[in-house]
């Protein structure tokens, strides 16, 4: 079989494999703000109407003085005119699930949300309701490292249900009640986002909730945090799966806590089927769904597979912290929620099992590591498809790559000519189709291609790296470019920078095979404007297979040995600058069968038709694709 020879390098920087010692960076070192509520809620099943009254306490953690506040005030993009409807009925291919459904809403149909009072200890605080944003202006400002609490009363009116929240939705689930209360929206080094609800994504403070909600007695209600007196309200709950009959009319109320969490949701119906599986260490799954004997036996079957999503999970990207997680016939489709999931519930087994998975993995990325989801929507979706195909892959095993999709996805995009820089705030991509492939497609295959770039141990260790550094503190792109970095030892700010500021392409090809002299000569080319580090097998007529990985001379040192599954031999940088590459190796074509670039592909190189160089059976001198 060929060896490598490295000696003469044309067109490579030979500064050898002295690696970047970036250890010392810190990772996700920023502060971060804390809210605490307590809220008292009442609705009322004949009108759909609620009225709340809530205190909160905010903690001011950063360096800054703040004169004033914004909250969030969701239900009101469910009203005719508001910024989701225009949206809705103006964008080049809109959600099929909203179109002009906003702008036909009736009085009693649509969403509300309204502040109707609030005091600062015990002064009245102006109020300007702007929409879907609630701004406040504070009697007093809060001083760094100080907090200051707030009591308020509000009233809503659950809309019919159009997007993730309502009431009967499509398969009869009586509420949907997410993004529900005045919720304050998040302030850090960049200041407010306070993003109207426009379309998609949520970004919060995380806090510790006590709330108390009180409606018919007849209806059950699964819940984000955990049930403080499952024994007042009656046998059943939480552990029985056959549903307690309660008698219409009489109020109950409910009362859960949650820990460290950014977001409160909740969902009740009169006909919930509830059942419990506790796992090992004391973590609860609960499930909840109406009692249709079409969906019963894949609901039942459905536990054993989340047990096993939850042990991957735990042991790959970091243990789940939360004591409950439950899984809720509800919504429109599949949404992730603090310590709960609404999914839509009429699925066959592998549909159900992929949209619980999908949510539930959710609460690493959106749950513990919470990005900025308006900013950086692949961070969340993107890497939660990442890690939810990682699982599916454990609980469905197959012989194929399990992130093909994504390339696939990207490719799609790229040829349509609506490729979009993935920086852009998710509200303001001008087509659905490209925000949808950017936060889900564009996110898994940044960091499937990391692998190609760090190694495929490198980025599993980092992935634990990246929770042990970041739960709970809202990283942004250069949190998760430092962690790996220092995972690797390797620069990475070149991957970052391009991949998610530019909408440039990866094209690398094989330009010629030469045989000099008893020597192979092979010459690579950089054809798109994106720069990638290489991969690249040579296999002989015997069948035998050389690895080579050619870094990048940005990267400051290369994947190590011991990083990939199989064993390869480095080749000097290739200096970014250069449009070319050619490094030798002995022997003659007649010795090689083919060379390949990207073996795996982990790469999104936007032409494979020139990764790959057949050598015809006796052919001599040059070859090209």
């Not at 509000?154 to 993004?179: C, D, H, K, L, W």
């Not at 290739?574 to 670039?597: A, I, N």
Request: aromatic residues 12%; contains cysteine; glycine residues 8%.
């Amino acid at each position: 079989m060929l060896s490598v020879n490295l000696g003469p390098i044309h067109g490579a920087i030979a500064f050898g494999m002295a690696i970047l010692s970036v250890t010392s960076l810190a990772q996700c070192d920023g502060w971060q703000q804390h809210v605490d509520y307590s809220m008292d809620i009442e609705l009322d099943v004949r009108t759909h109407r609620y009225t709340g009254s809530a205190q909160l306490t905010y903690t001011n953690n950063s360096p800054d003085t703040l004169k004033e506040l914004f909250f969030h005030l969701y239900p009101n993009a469910f009203r005719p005119g508001s910024e989701m409807d225009v949206r809705s009925r103006t964008i080049e291919d809109p959600d099929s699930r909203i179109g002009d459904r906003i702008a036909d809403l009736e009085p009693h149909q649509m969403g509300e949300l309204i502040v109707k009072d609030m005091a600062q200890q015990g002064k009245e605080v102006p109020l300007e309701h702007m929409g879907t944003v609630l701004k406040v202006t504070l009697p007093r400002a809060i001083l760094p490292n100080r907090s200051t609490t707030l009591a308020y009363s509000f009233v809503g009116q659950v809309p019919v249900q159009i997007r993730r929240s309502g009431r009967n939705n499509s398969e009869g689930i009586a509420y949907t009640m997410t993004q529900w209360y005045p919720k304050l929206a998040e302030y850090d080094e960049r200041g407010w986002h306070a993003y109207p609800y426009v379309a998609r994504e949520f970004h919060g403070v995380w806090g510790d909730l006590d709330v108390r909600i009180t409606m018919d007695s007849a209806y059950t209600i699964a819940s984000t945090g955990t049930l403080m007196d499952p024994h007042r309200i009656g046998h059943g709950y939480p552990l029985g799966r056959k549903r307690f009959e309660r008698p219409a009319g009489d109020k109950l109320t409910w009362h859960f806590q949650a820990k460290n969490v950014h977001d409160f949701a909740w969902a009740a119906d009169k006909e919930y089927v509830h059942s419990v599986r506790e796992l090992e260490g004391g973590t609860e799954l609960h499930f909840f769904h109406r009692p249709d004997p079409e969906i019963a036996e894949v609901w039942n079957e459905l536990p054993g597979y989340m047990e096993k999503a939850m042990a991957y999970m735990n042991e790959h990207f970091g243990a789940y912290p939360w004591p409950r997680y439950s899984f809720v016939q509800g919504g429109d489709g599949g949404m992730e929620y603090p310590m709960l999931t609404m999914i839509t519930g009429k699925r066959r087994l592998g549909s159900l099992v992929g949209v619980s998975v999908h949510e539930f993995v959710h609460s690493w990325f959106h749950g513990m590591m919470a990005s900025n989801e308006g900013r950086y929507p692949w961070m969340d979706e993107g890497f939660t498809e990442y890690a939810s195909k990682e699982v599916m892959a454990h609980l469905f095993p197959r012989s194929e790559s399990s992130h093909l999709n994504a390339y696939s996805g990207y490719y799609a995009l790229v040829e349509s000519g609506k490729h979009e820089a993935p920086v852009i705030h998710a509200d303001h991509f001008e087509t659905n189709f490209a925000y949808g492939v950017t936060a889900y497609n564009f996110g898994e295959l940044l960091l499937h291609q990391m692998g190609a770039v760090i190694g495929e141990k490198n980025l599993r260790s980092g992935f634990l790296r990246y929770y042990d550094a970041c739960r709970f503190k809202h990283p942004d792109p250069v949190d998760m470019e430092r962690v790996f970095e220092a995972t690797s030892g390797l620069e990475l700010d070149w991957y970052f920078d391009e991949w998610v500021n530019t909408t440039r392409t990866l094209d690398i090809g094989i330009q010629q095979v030469l045989e000099v002299d008893g020597e192979l000569h092979i010459t690579l080319e950089r054809i798109g404007g994106m720069v990638m580090p290489v991969d690249l097998v040579l296999v002989g007529t015997d069948d035998g297979q050389q690895h080579f990985h050619v870094p990048l001379s940005l990267a400051l040192g290369s994947k190590t040995p011991g990083t990939e599954e199989y064993p390869f031999a480095i080749l000097p940088a290739w200096q970014w600058t250069d449009p070319t590459y050619t490094f030798v190796v002995p022997g003659t074509l007649k010795d090689l069968r083919e060379v390949v670039l990207d073996p795996l592909r982990r790469t999104a190189d936007v032409d494979r038709s020139n990764d790959r160089v057949s050598v015809p059976s006796g052919m001599g001198g040059l070859i090209r694709p």
